[in-house]
């Protein structure tokens, strides 16, 4: 029940957050597509998830079906791996001067690698046990022998890669915040990247760490107290990134406010050419029979006029 009211919530904000990086013009940058490409998979993977886990018949389908996540999930994490390393070049910017700008993180090469490795490590995996793809019970990889790792360990590779990221870009950040003096705009800057690389820290694929102390080897309590931490947290992705990327960003708000404005502009023009043409429909014959009631009531006093 959790995994699918929050994935459905999460559903929503990744929608949300999608529409919000096409339309919104001032925040439109490389970090934007980063987070444009990582909703768009992470949605795609969740929706696929929640209508085709259980889809066991055909194997043949099911195995697509289990292909597909996995190609999915591993664009998700290639996707948030570009993003650490954005954040990180962004942040080391502010101390090292001449060091390659974060906004030179290139199109041409991230696209065909955010898409091109995922789909390089599901091809291989199919070439060494395509069997593996789908089970009686739901379509996801087996967990029997070490298949499994085709996923889990390349997010392992990415999780440890971006916490370290993250440590780096907090490292820096207290430098920063310890040496800043009175320049309130370059602080109220470095808090916010600083709160960002601490919600990042979730959105980042980080917290699917704790899903490697599923082990049989952990027992009730504790191991029913690890998987509902590592499901609430990670159904909730969509709606941190939705958070974090969109709500808190002022220029995104701004950006709102001034949609619902227009919106509500409209909506208020519409109403009003409705009414008034409602009215005038109403009105017209009303409007007709006065026009002409006055001389209805002086013509028989003009044809006395006129015979006197």
Known sequence: MITYVGLSLSLLCLFLAALTFLLCRPIQNTSTSLHLQLSICLFLAHLLFLTGINQ???????????????????????????????????????????????????RRFIYPFGYGIPAVIVAVSAGVGHSNYGTHTHCWLSFHGKFIWSFMGPVFVIALINLSFYLTTL?????????????????????????????????????????????????????????????????????????????????????YRNWFKKMKKRTETNNYDLFGSVTHTRMSPSKLSQAFLPLCYFEPLERLVRIE
Not at 206 to 217: A, D, P, Q, R, T
Request: glycine residues 6%.
């Open 56 to 106: 066991t018949k055909p194997k043949v389908l099911c195995s697509i079906i289990a292909g597909t996540l996995h190609y999915l999930y591993l664009a998700s994490f290639t996707w948030m791996l570009f993003e650490g390393l954005q954040l990180f070049l962004t942040v080391r910017n502010l101390r090292v001067a001449n060091y390659i700008s974060a906004g030179k993180f290139k």
């Open 171 to 255: 490292y820096i950040l207290k430098d920063q915040l310890s040496s800043l003096n009175n320049e309130v705009s370059r602080m109220h800057n470095t808090r916010m990247l600083t709160f960002k690389a601490i919600a990042q820290l979730f959105i980042l694929g980080c917290s699917w760490s704790i899903g490697f102390f599923l082990v049989e080897g952990v027992l009730d309590p504790i191991r029913s107290i690890v998987a509902y931490s590592f499901t609430i947290i990670n159904v909730l992705q969509g709606v941190y990134i939705y958070l974090v990327y969109c709500l808190l960003n002022h220029k995104v708000r701004e950006e």
